[in-house]
T-cell receptor
Framework: AQSVSQHNHHVILSEAASLELGCNYSYGGTVNLFWYVQYPGQHLQLLLKYFSGDPLVKGIKGFEAEFIKSKFSFNLRKPSVQWSDTAEYFCAVKGGFKTIFGAGTRLFVKA | DSGVTQTPKHLITATGQRVTLRCSPRSGDLSVYWYQQSLDQGLQFLIQYYNGEERAKGNILERFSAQQFPDLHSELNLSSLELGDSALYFC??????????????FGPGTRLTVT
């Protein structure tokens, strides 16, 4: 069965620190991979996506993610976080017709 | 603005009641998804419709039902409401059964409070 695991439920960082949020999935076939962000009081928005090609994907607001097929991972990174990055981040995996979301990681950035 | 609209924005009702949440997908999107988000359960996928037909089912209770109409808008019906049904209900849409990529566009949500 398809599943998505986000390792960290809560992350607290100071501004300018580097960020890496883990995401692992299980699915036997071809996948499309996504990271969504939900700012406080708002709906989910797409940060970045991977279909094929270059496994290093760049998204909005300086975020990037790397697809490592052998590790079934799609970790999200940002070299230097800002207070405005405080949000909940969801990894999602689409295999076939079904998209599964991870449980989310709440990031709090201290000013 | 994602182009997905949901009404109402807020809903307060009593236990045992029935409510209907409405969603209009982005223009041209055939797939509609419903999610429930609560503090203790996180984001839970409920159900997906594609062009009027149910396509995938998640953790949807039997007291809940949904449908997608010919104009592609969708309604989520919640009945015999319980306190635990208090949550944010999101609708999302995407460009097709598989879509080009499957990325979903989320609406602003309906906050349901059951008292």
């Amino acid at each position: 069965a398809q599943s998505v695991s986000q390792h960290n439920h809560h992350v607290i960082l100071s501004e300018a620190a580097s960020l890496e949020l883990g995401c692992n999935y299980s699915y036997g076939g071809t996948v499309n991979l996504f990271w969504y962000v939900q700012y406080p009081g708002q709906h989910l928005q797409l940060l970045l996506k991977y279909f094929s090609g270059d496994p290093l994907v760049k998204g909005i607001k300086g975020f990037e993610a790397e697809f490592i097929k052998s590790k079934f991972s799609f970790n999200l990174r940002k070299p230097s976080v800002q207070w405005s990055d405080t949000a909940e981040y969801f990894c999602a995996v689409k295999g076939g017709f079904k998209t599964i979301f991870g449980a989310g990681t709440r990031l709090f950035v201290k000013a | 603005d994602s182009g997905v609209t949901q009404t109402p924005k807020h809903l307060i009702t009593a236990t045992g009641q029935r409510v209907t949440l409405r969603c209009s997908p982005r223009s041209g999107d055939l797939s509609v998804y419903w999610y429930q988000q609560s503090l203790d359960q996180g984001l839970q996928f409920l159900i997906q419709y594609y062009n009027g037909e149910e396509r995938a089912k998640g953790n949807i209770l039997e007291r809940f039902s949904a449908q997608q109409f010919p104009d592609l808008h969708s309604e989520l019906n919640l009945s015999s409401l319980e306190l635990g049904d208090s949550a944010l209900y999101f609708c999302a849409s995407s460009g097709g059964l598989a879509g080009v990529s499957g990325e979903q566009y989320f609406g602003p949500g309906t906050r349901l409070t059951v008292t």
